[in-house]
Structure formats: structure tokens, C-alpha cells
């Protein structure tokens, strides 16, 4: 991690990767990006979406999260940097990692994106708007931590699903990461008191209570982005 990085952007690919130190830096981090307003701390940097195939959502928002900070973004195909399949070059990832402050890889394997990482001299990030990424979760912690009021310590969650799913292995590595309470539970029945963010993945699809407009949603997710952003690129 070089000196001006808040954050590795290595901890960035999964919530069990993020430290303490790290998580509260980018929840404080999107707090104020969202009193600055109309500050661009990322004007002159230059993103580049690595994609296999069309951009998806998550990619497309990480673009705009990039936009609003003054960052340019171009999104690149995998296909025309390795064409034939074949694995890009020492030569090629050092120059991307010239002409790019930081590059975002969109549906590519795990060991395609290590040598990249590996190579390109700058902040890698996996995906990082996936759904499966930590942003998703930070965004929804930093609307819990608004609407409460309260320090992160201080936060009640609850998960209702499969304790050994992958969502709520995340949200468990979340909690402890942040020293939050979570409980788990089967059913609603079993909450006795109230909670600042209940997660119910019964059906597989998570349904966060209380809820949040899309908008309000979509706001949370972005400045989570930009707050990941800035604390690698910036």
C-alpha cells in the first residue's frame, strides 16, 4: 500500500480482507464526501474499467461514482488487451498501469486479476461494485449508521437465514470487523428487541428493514463507490 492510501485496495475485494482501522476510515470517509458536495478530489485521475464482455450495473455505477469525483473513466474490453485469449504481457499491464491511476476488472477470473494487480504498479479493485463486494454492505451500514444516530459499536443488527450462506458470512465478518452486534435467527419471532438494521435473506434475495428508496439506496451505494475511490486514488 503506497502512502497516500487510506486503504489497500487489495481489502477492498472482500469484507474479510477490511480491517477495523480501514472500515471506519471509509464510513467516515462517505460522510463527508456527502457534506463536500461538489468537490471533485479525483479530478486529473483516470479510471479504467477492465471488462470481459459488456459492462454490467455494478460497472456502470462505479463509472458514474468515478465521474462525480472529476475522475475520467474509459472502459476497456479484456478481449482487446489479451486478444486470442492469450495472457496479456508484462509490457501491456505496466502500461495500463501508465496510463491509468487505478483499473477496475468487470467478470474476470481471480487469478487473471492478481497478475494485473501484480504488474500494473497501481490500486486493482475486483468488481468493486459487485454485489458480492463490500460496497453493497458499507452502503447499507452507513444508512443504518445515519438514521441511528449512534457510533458503529453501538449498532444492533439481525440476520434471519442460513447462518452458513455466503451473505451471512459477510455480514458476520462486517460485525466483527466493526465490533457491531449482530444476532441471528430463524424467524422474526425470535428478535425480542429492537434493531437498527434488520437483514432478511430467507428467500435468498436479502430484504434490508428498514427500508430505503431506490434513490436513497442508489445515493448510499455511490458515495460508499467514491468513498473506496478516494481512499485508494486520491
Not at 60 to 87: H, I, K, M, N
Not at 101 to 113: K, L, P, V
Not at 131 to 143: E, F, H, I, N, Q
Not at 223 to 229: F, I, P, R
Request: aromatic residues 2%; contains cysteine; proline residues 6%.
Amino acid at each position: 500500500m503506497s502512502a497516500r492510501q487510506e486503504v489497500d485496495p487489495r481489502h477492498l475485494w472482500s469484507v474479510e480482507a477490511l480491517s477495523g482501522r480501514e472500515l471506519r476510515c471509509l464510513l467516515e470517509r462517505a460522510r463527508r464526501l456527502r457534506q463536500d458536495g461538489a468537490l471533485a478530489p479525483l479530478r486529473g485521475r483516470n479510471l479504467a474499467l477492465l471488462c470481459e464482455g459488456e459492462p454490467d450495473e455494478a460497472a456502470r455505477s462505479l463509472a458514474r461514482a468515478a465521474s462525480g469525483l472529476g475522475a475520467q473513466v474509459a472502459t476497456l474490453r479484456a478481449e482487446d488487451t489479451c486478444p486470442g485469449g492469450v495472457p496479456a504481457s508484462q509490457a501491456t499491464l505496466r502500461l495500463l498501469g501508465r496510463l491509468y491511476d487505478a483499473i477496475d476488472c468487470c467478470g474476470m477470473s481471480e487469478a487473471e486479476i492478481e497478475t494485473i494487480a501484480r504488474e500494473a504498479g497501481v490500486p486493482v479493485f475486483n468488481g468493486l461494485g459487485a454485489r458480492d463486494r463490500p460496497a453493497r454492505s458499507l452502503a447499507a451500514l452507513l444508512g443504518a449508521l445515519e438514521r441511528s444516530g449512534k457510533p458503529l459499536e453501538a449498532l444492533q443488527l439481525a440476520y434471519l437465514g442460513d447462518p452458513g450462506s455466503d451473505c451471512a458470512r459477510r455480514w458476520a465478518r462486517l460485525a466483527a470487523t466493526g465490533g457491531i452486534t449482530l444476532r441471528q435467527a430463524d424467524a422474526p419471532e425470535a428478535l425480542h428487541d429492537d434493531v437498527d438494521l434488520l437483514i432478511d435473506a430467507r428467500n435468498g434475495q436479502p430484504v434490508l428493514t428498514p427500508a430505503a428508496t431506490p434513490d436513497q439506496r442508489e445515493a448510499d451505494r455511490r458515495v460508499t463507490l467514491q468513498a473506496m475511490l478516494v481512499t485508494t486514488m486520491a
